[in-house]
């Protein structure tokens, strides 16, 4: 079984930063991709940020490009999502998860363990 537990979120203003931070349990995770989802009220959940489990690539969507990066510890079971420049429309709960496998999917269905969550909310 693995387990994903977020935190860091929290209120910050526009422009500033915020590293959100998911420890996931269990032996399989170095042989894991892991991604971050959010979803904004009223809109789907939808696609941040991907790495592979070995380091080497990473991905992410167009809205958080150049501003977002997502750094993982192997040794430390856990990924980041560093967040910096943060604009309002960046305001909403943020989701890591853990892929099928060591494939990275820029679609949620690439994932089978998720974690509780954690609100991200950027006043202008």
């Known amino acids: 079984q693995v387990q994903l537990v977020e935190s860091g979120g929290g209120l910050v203003q526009a422009g500033g930063s915020l590293r959100l931070s998911c420890a996931v349990s269990?032996?399989?995770?170095?042989?894991?991709?892991m991604g971050w989802f959010r979803q904004a009220p009223g809109k789907e959940r939808e696609f941040v940020a991907a790495?592979?489990?070995?380091?080497?690539?990473?991905y992410y969507a167009d809205s958080v490009k150049g501003r977002f990066t997502i750094p993982r510890d192997n040794v430390k079971n856990t990924v980041y999502l560093q967040m910096n420049s943060l604009k309002p429309e960046d305001t909403a709960v943020y989701y890591c998860?853990?892929?099928?496998?060591?494939?990275?999917?820029?679609?949620?269905?690439?994932?089978?363990?998720w974690g509780q969550g954690t609100q991200v909310t950027v006043s202008s």
């Open positions: 790495i592979s489990w070995g380091y080497s690539s990473t």
């Open positions: 269990g032996r399989t995770f170095s042989s894991r991709a």
């Open positions: 998860a853990a892929a099928r496998g060591v494939v990275v999917s820029l679609d949620q269905q690439g994932y089978n363990y």
